[in-house]
């Protein structure tokens, strides 16, 4: 059964050795009700060394960011190593393969997308963006570092903004993080 609790918007962007995480704080329950306005779907995990930002359904995001924590305990905090390990973990568990949820994660080199079926893929371009509005996000990502000399911070919060101009599932409530 799906959740009723979605919507959101995560945008990653690496730009001049900084990598910054955005997402917007809204939780919709069902289709047309803004159940929280100011959550945070962007934090630190491993030390403050590693940044995750998580969309899809609320309670199966959290399951996926923590199990990520774990295999990057478990692998001292290699990145690439713990999302692997993950993905691998995820086609094989079949609880996890249930899991509706999709992650942005980065360190200081790396920028990784986590997807619902359990894949790894490091973005094309140094920008990427989940959830409801991240298309939207992902536009505008992409011309503002085509067209601007904006840092990553900049880039990844105009695009969040710029989506919840038009996304109804994305709003203004913006968390930024840099590693």
Not at 113 to 122: A, D, F, H, K, N
Request: proline fraction near 1%.
């Amino acid at each position: 059964m799906e959740s009723m609790f979605k919507g959101t918007t995560i945008c990653g962007v690496k730009r001049d050795g900084q990598i910054a995480i955005a997402g917007d704080g809204q939780v919709t329950l069902s289709e047309s009700v803004i159940f929280k306005s100011n959550a945070h779907k962007v934090k630190r995990i491993y030390n403050d060394e590693v940044v995750v930002g998580f969309a899809g359904s609320v309670s199966d995001a959290f399951s996926l960011c923590e199990r990520f924590e774990n295999m990057l305990n478990k692998f001292s905090g290699n990145l690439m190593r713990s999302a692997v390990e993950l993905a691998g973990t995820w086609r094989e568990d079949k609880a996890s393969r249930q899991l509706n949820a999709m992650m942005i994660v980065a360190n200081k080199e790396m920028l990784l997308i986590l997807s619902g079926t359990g894949e790894v893929i490091e973005p094309d371009d140094n920008v990427c963006a989940i959830g409801s509005g991240g298309n939207y996000a992902l536009a505008a990502a992409k011309a503002l570092m085509q067209n601007t000399t904006l840092s990553a911070k900049e880039i990844a919060e105009k695009a969040l903004q710029i989506a919840g101009q038009i996304c109804v599932y994305t709003n203004d409530h913006i968390t930024v993080e840099e590693v």
